[in-house]
C-alpha cells in the first residue's frame, strides 16, 4: 500500500488562486518532500521538510508539517498556468534512503 | 552543471526482448535509485545502488531484472524477456552521499513493450 496518499487526487482553479494539497503517511518519517512532475517529465524537486520542522516556505510555495497527525501540506499562492503538473509528496525513514512516493495531485491552473 | 541523464528516452520493444536503460549521474554522485513509474500512479522504488554495489534491491521484481553500477560509466537497468505488464516510465534519481534525502531525478525512459 502507498506509504502517501493525496488529496485531491485532482485540482483546478483559476490563475491567481491558492491551490493546497495535502499528503498524509503511515509510518513515522525521516524527512518528507513535494516533488513536481510536468506530463511525460521528470521529477523537479520543490522542497525538503525534516521531521522536526512544522513548516518551511520557499517563493511561492509553502509546506507545513504535522507528524502527530501524519501529514503535510503544500500551498501554492498566486498561481500560474505553469504550475499546472502533477504534484507528490515522497517520504524517506531514518537510516533508509529510498523514497516512498504518493499517488500525486493533478493540478490545473485555469488562465 | 549537467544534471541527471537517462538514454534512450523512449524505448520500444516486442515481447521477449531485452531492454537496457542507462543512468548518469550528476557529477560526484555516487549514489544512484531506479524508480518505475506506472500510468497514473506514482514512482515505486526498485534499487538503490553505490559504485559496484546494490545496497537495497527490495523493490525489484525477483526475475528477469536486474541493475548494476560500475566504477566506470553509467549504471544500468536490465530487464530480460520483457512482458506487456513492464511498459512503464523508468526514472533514475542520484544524491551526493547516502543519507543526502535530496535525490536529483533525471528525465525518464519510456518502455513500450509491444
Known amino acids: 500500500s502507498q506509504q502517501g496518499e493525496e488529496d485531491p487526487q485532482a485540482l483546478s482553479i483559476q490563475e491567481g488562486e491558492n491551490a493546497t494539497m495535502n499528503c498524509s503517511y503511515k509510518t513515522s518519517i525521516n524527512n518528507l518532500q513535494w516533488y513536481r512532475q510536468n506530463s511525460g517529465r521528470g521529477l523537479v524537486h520543490l522542497i525538503l521538510i525534516r521531521s522536526n520542522e512544522r513548516e518551511k516556505h520557499s517563493g511561492r510555495l509553502r509546506v507545513t508539517l504535522d507528524t502527530s497527525k501524519k501529514s503535510s501540506s503544500l500551498l501554492i499562492t498566486a498561481s500560474r498556468a505553469a504550475d499546472t503538473a502533477s504534484y507528490f509528496c515522497?517520504?524517506?525513514?531514518?537510516?533508509?534512503?529510498?523514497?516512498?512516493f504518493g499517488t500525486g495531485t493533478r493540478l490545473t491552473i485555469i488562465p | 552543471n549537467a544534471g541527471v541523464m537517462q538514454n534512450p528516452r523512449h524505448l520500444v520493444r516486442r515481447r521477449g526482448q531485452e531492454a537496457r536503460l542507462r543512468c548518469s549521474p550528476m557529477?560526484?554522485?555516487?549514489?544512484v535509485y531506479w524508480y518505475r513509474q506506472l500510468p497514473e500512479e506514482g514512482l515505486k522504488f526498485m534499487v538503490y545502488?553505490?559504485?559496484?554495489?546494490?545496497?537495497?534491491e527490495s523493490g525489484m521484481p525477483k526475475e528477469r531484472f536486474s541493475a548494476e553500477f560500475p566504477k566506470e560509466g553509467p549504471s544500468i537497468l536490465r530487464i530480460q524477456q520483457v512482458v506487456r505488464g513492464d511498459s512503464a516510465a523508468y526514472f533514475c534519481?542520484?544524491?551526493?552521499?547516502?543519507?543526502?534525502?535530496?535525490?536529483?531525478f533525471g528525465p525518464g525512459t519510456r518502455l513500450t513493450v509491444l
Open positions: 545502488l553505490q559504485k559496484e554495489n546494490i545496497i537495497d
Open positions: 515522497a517520504t524517506d525513514v531514518f537510516g533508509n534512503e529510498k523514497l516512498t
Open positions: 534519481a542520484s544524491s551526493l552521499f547516502r543519507g543526502a534525502n535530496e535525490q536529483f
Open positions: 557529477k560526484g554522485h555516487s549514489h
